[in-house]
């Protein structure tokens, strides 16, 4: 989304907290023909610290007088069996996932309701509107966020405030390779990466900078709730539909993931 942002004349701030992930992107957005109509920089933040959400925030309206767009964005997975997972595995994915989005918007709503505008923008996924089966806490952090988005758009419009919700099927983006964190105990049931998780399933991920293309058309339009690939909106609408068939693939997929992680043992 950066890219497409900066070739509109948006000044970019990238933000991750790890410095040479956040540099490396920049540098490599900044190098793609159109991108020169604004800025793209880094910086490193660790969304699970309000005080330093706040203070890039700040930073960021200081130097161009004025907030216009919030994307909360980070998130992170630990799949596996839910009973072989603890509460540290639980914290840390509602820590960034919905905490760092909780951090993101009370940093920034404050001042894009005084200003009078502004957009939010909250990334969620297809696990936050349908189950989405041995990623227990993922889909629980992105059904809250789903459920934040909507609650808080009723009540920011009446400010001119604008609030979305991404809400992503499977797209081609460094998260479906990242390991568990190394900081916690591993699951004694091997764990897949989410690329692996999508190729049992049969899915092919969306090109990134496609997604990013039709999001940012949602966010234009002033979209309630964005959701793509097509197969992702399939999901959606059959969950509002027939919920119970849902469950039912439900449970095929957990039996057809579990065996695949049986042969790997």
């Known amino acids: 989304?950066?890219?497409?942002?900066?070739?509109?004349?948006?000044?970019?701030?990238?933000?991750?907290?790890?410095?040479?992930?956040?540099?490396?992107?920049?540098?490599?957005?900044?190098?793609?023909?159109?991108?020169?109509?604004?800025?793209?920089?880094?910086?490193?933040?660790?969304?699970?610290?309000?005080?330093?959400?706040?203070?890039?925030?700040?930073?960021?309206?200081?130097?161009?007088?004025?907030?216009?767009?919030?994307?909360?964005?980070?998130?992170?997975?630990?799949?596996?069996?839910?009973?072989?997972m603890d509460v540290d595995h639980w914290n840390r994915v509602l820590d960034?996932?919905?905490?760092?989005?909780?951090?993101?918007?009370?940093?920034?709503?404050?001042?894009?309701?005084?200003?009078?505008?502004?957009?939010?923008?909250?990334t969620a996924s297809t696990a936050g509107?349908?189950?989405?089966?041995?990623?227990?806490?993922?889909?629980?952090?992105?059904?809250?966020?789903v459920g934040l988005s909507g609650a808080l758009r009723a009540e920011a419009a009446l400010y001119g405030v604008r609030v979305s919700v991404v809400c992503p099927g499977s797209?081609?983006?460094?998260i479906l390779d990242d390991p568990s964190?190394?900081?916690l105990r591993p699951l004694p049931t091997p764990v897949l990466t989410g690329r692996e998780?999508?190729?049992v399933l049969g899915l092919k991920p969306m090109p990134a900078a496609q997604f990013a293309r039709t999001a940012l058309q949602g966010v234009a339009r002033n979209r309630g709730v964005i959701v793509a690939p097509a197969s992702a909106k399939a999901v959606w609408y059959l969950q509002r539909l027939a919920p119970g068939l849902v469950e039912r693939v439900g449970r095929r997929t957990a039996r057809r993931v579990m065996r695949e992680l049986a042969a790997r043992s």
Not at 96 to 122: E, F, S, T
Not at 133 to 142: E, G, R
């Open 96 to 122: 960034v996932n919905l905490k760092g989005v909780v951090n993101g918007i009370a940093a920034a709503y404050p001042r894009m309701v005084a200003q009078g505008h502004g957009h939010i923008v909250n």
């Open 181 to 183: 964190p190394a900081d």
């Open 1 to 84: 989304m950066g890219a497409v942002l900066a070739a509109r004349g948006a000044h970019v701030v990238l933000a991750d907290w790890n410095p040479e992930r956040a540099e490396r992107a920049a540098a490599d957005l900044n190098a793609r023909p159109g991108a020169a109509h604004g800025t793209i920089r880094a910086a490193t933040l660790d969304v699970r610290d309000p005080v330093a959400v706040r203070a890039l925030v700040d930073e960021v309206a200081a130097r161009h007088g004025r907030l216009d767009y919030m994307f909360n964005n980070a998130g992170i997975v630990i799949g596996g069996r839910t009973d072989e």
């Open 171 to 174: 797209v081609d983006t460094p």
């Open 129 to 145: 509107l349908a189950p989405a089966v041995l990623v227990a806490a993922y889909s629980a952090s992105k059904h809250a966020v």
């Open 197 to 199: 998780y999508m190729a």
